[in-house]
């Protein structure tokens, strides 16, 4: 696999974000629409470089690490979704970008949705892989997210945990993961979106894998009927990472919803 076009720790900057700085990579063609990528909770920007060479097709890419991954510090302010579309709007107009669209996986997708209530004018299109919308104690996954533990993490992802003590400016593994934990697991106002759902009016596609036990095909479809533009896609025998599992599916997936947006648009 050739490795131009991926994300590799190296090329990019700085934004300060409060008391974090946060690490922010560009990759591709500046002429093209420009993509900003958010990866999951535990991950970092290079999750993403399996998919990352073919949309720099169609897109400029522009990936973050998140607050306390990779290569971005945490800061001292308790971590939420809602603090990082903080964070989100903070880098848009620190690089005053006067387009863009977003996709985000798991916890990326789950900020982008809180971003996209802010009704920013200048946010085209969303893309969501595994990205739950709401969480309450009844949801299937919640039992996994809430006993999920550092040790847990570090013995079941290794090379997930090697990253983080690798690029991490200010390496504290226990206290990172009880603030992700913390928030997987927030159900007050600054948690996931929920029904602020229905305040959004840009079109989401919103794939999920077929196997993935943290998104409910069931609250997928409750997130379809909330009558926006929204395309639900179910990616067959795939898991939570369904564009690793799938990559070929999610590429055209994306390109379709891409080229069908355009159209609309004309």
């Given at each position: 696999?050739?490795?131009?076009?991926?994300?590799?720790?190296?090329?990019?900057?700085?934004?300060?974000?409060?008391?974090?700085?946060?690490?922010?990579?560009?990759?591709?063609?500046?002429?093209?629409?420009?993509?900003?990528?958010?990866?999951?909770?535990?991950?970092?920007?290079?999750?993403?470089?399996?998919?990352?060479?073919?949309?720099?097709?169609?897109?400029?890419?522009?990936?973050?690490?998140?607050?306390?991954?990779?290569?971005?510090?945490?800061?001292?302010?308790?971590?939420?979704?809602?603090?990082?579309?903080?964070?989100?709007?903070?880098?848009?107009?620190?690089?005053?970008?006067?387009?863009?669209?977003?996709?985000?996986?798991?916890?990326?997708?789950?900020?982008?949705?809180?971003?996209?209530?802010?009704?920013?004018?200048?946010?085209?299109?969303?893309?969501?892989?595994?990205?739950?919308?709401?969480?309450?104690?009844?949801?299937?996954?919640?039992?996994?997210?809430?006993?999920?533990?550092?040790?847990?993490?570090?013995?079941?992802?290794?090379?997930?945990?090697?990253?983080?003590?690798?690029?991490?400016?200010?390496?504290?593994?226990?206290?990172?993961?009880?603030?992700?934990?913390?928030?997987?697991?927030?159900?007050?106002?600054?948690?996931?979106?929920g029904a602020l759902m229905k305040q959004i009016d840009?079109?989401?596609?919103?794939?999920?894998?077929?196997?993935?036990?943290?998104?409910?095909?069931?609250?997928?479809?409750?997130?379809?009927?909330?009558?926006?533009?929204?395309?639900?896609?179910?990616?067959?025998?795939?898991?939570?990472?369904?564009?690793?599992?799938?990559?070929e599916m999610f590429l055209r997936t994306v390109s379709?919803?891409?080229?069908?947006?355009?159209?609309?648009?004309?």
């Amino acid at each position: 696999m050739t490795t131009e076009n991926m994300f590799d720790h190296t090329s990019g900057r700085y934004v300060s974000c409060g008391a974090a700085q946060i690490y922010v990579e560009e990759k591709g063609n500046p002429e093209l629409p420009l993509l900003i990528m958010l990866h999951g909770g535990f991950g970092t920007i290079e999750d993403f470089n399996t998919i990352a060479p073919a949309l720099t097709h169609k897109f400029k890419l522009i990936g973050i690490d998140s607050r306390g991954h990779g290569k971005s510090s945490l800061g001292a302010a308790k971590l939420s979704y809602q603090l990082l579309a903080d964070d989100l709007a903070q880098i848009i107009d620190s690089l005053e970008l006067s387009a863009f669209n977003l996709f985000g996986f798991s916890d990326g997708g789950i900020t982008s949705y809180r971003y996209a209530t802010r009704k920013d004018p200048r946010l085209g299109n969303i893309i969501t892989v595994g990205a739950r919308w709401e969480m309450s104690k009844n949801d299937p996954a919640w039992a996994m997210l809430s006993g999920m533990r550092g040790d847990i993490w570090k013995q079941a992802f290794p090379l997930s945990y090697e990253s983080y003590m690798r690029l991490n400016p200010e390496p504290d593994f226990d206290e990172f993961s009880k603030a992700v934990v913390a928030m997987w697991t927030d159900l007050s106002s600054a948690g996931h979106p929920g029904a602020l759902m229905k305040q959004i009016d840009n079109e989401i596609l919103a794939i999920r894998g077929e196997k993935d036990p943290l998104t409910s095909l069931e609250s997928m479809e409750r997130l379809r009927g909330l009558g926006k533009k929204v395309r639900l896609v179910n990616i067959p025998f795939a898991e939570h990472v369904a564009f690793h599992d799938d990559p070929e599916m999610f590429l055209r997936t994306v390109s379709c919803f891409h080229t069908s947006s355009e159209r609309e648009t004309v």
